[in-house]
């Protein structure tokens, strides 16, 4: 089962370069998210997609894009990197916006330097 | 706003010690608890839960107990092994609007045998 997957896993970025981090999950959830963890930060969510059609900014959205594809898949765009995105960035999904158990399901990760 | 202060680390600890990792929130409402942990290399996974005050999360041998009265969510565990070698994140979850999890920045426990 393979959950919630992220690509790529590492890239290197020059300022000024753009990418997209693709995020898909299998498990039929209807809400996915996309957070960066730093260093003495924590999880800072980016930008989240409550249901299929819909996307909202989060806690740092700036510098980012993302798009909701299907139900299956968030990607998240850098139009013009920046140094300061340097981070590790995670995709999250979740079975709905309601749900009570809070319990999001994480990939595993795409690290992501910016020169 | 919302929010979570858990204590610096790491936290180094010999196999079979007892852990704590002090977790205090601010929270407007009355917020959902939560212990995520991150295995090296890995994404975050549930740990445990609480969704109201007094209420005790478990899981693995791990416990946290939700106090209302000094909004804390310390974690905690009677004997370390290697293997609990990671970072723990505290999160809230507001029970308003949209699930959305606020974390706390997170502390690196290291077992050594």
């Known amino acids: 089962n393979a959950g919630v997957t992220q690509t790529p896993k590492f890239q290197v970025l020059k300022t000024g370069q753009s990418m997209t981090l693709q995020c898909a999950q299998d498990?039929?959830?209807?809400?996915m998210y996309w957070y960066r963890q730093d260093p003495g930060m924590g999880l800072r969510l980016i930008y989240y997609?409550?249901?299929?059609?819909?996307?909202d900014k989060g806690e740092v959205p700036n510098g980012y894009n993302v798009s909701r594809l299907n139900k299956r898949e968030f990607s998240l765009r850098l139009e013009s990197a920046a140094p300061s995105q340097t981070s590790v960035y995670f995709c999250?999904?979740?079975?709905?916006?309601?749900?009570?158990?809070?319990?999001?399901?994480f990939g595993e990760g795409s690290r992501l330097t910016v020169l | 706003g919302d929010s979570v202060t858990q204590m610096e680390g790491p936290v180094t600890l010999s196999e079979e010690a007892f852990l704590t990792i002090n977790c205090t929130y601010t929270a407007t409402g009355y917020p959902s608890l939560f212990w995520y942990v991150q295995y090296p290399g890995e994404g975050l996974q549930l740990l445990l839960k609480?969704?109201?005050?007094?209420d005790k999360g478990s899981n693995k041998g791990f416990e946290a107990t939700y106090r209302k009265e000094t909004t804390s969510f310390h974690l905690e565990k009677g004997s370390v092994q290697v293997s609990d070698s990671a970072v723990y994140f505290c999160?809230?979850?507001?029970?308003?609007?949209?699930?959305?999890?606020?974390f706390g920045t997170g502390t690196r426990l290291l077992v050594s045998p």
């Open positions: 999250a999904s979740s079975v709905q916006r309601e749900d009570p158990t809070g319990e999001l399901f």
């Open positions: 997609s409550a249901s299929e059609g819909t996307t």
């Open positions: 999160a809230l979850r507001v029970n308003t609007g949209f699930q959305k999890l606020v």
């Open positions: 609480a969704t109201k005050a007094d």
């Open positions: 498990m039929n959830h209807n809400s």
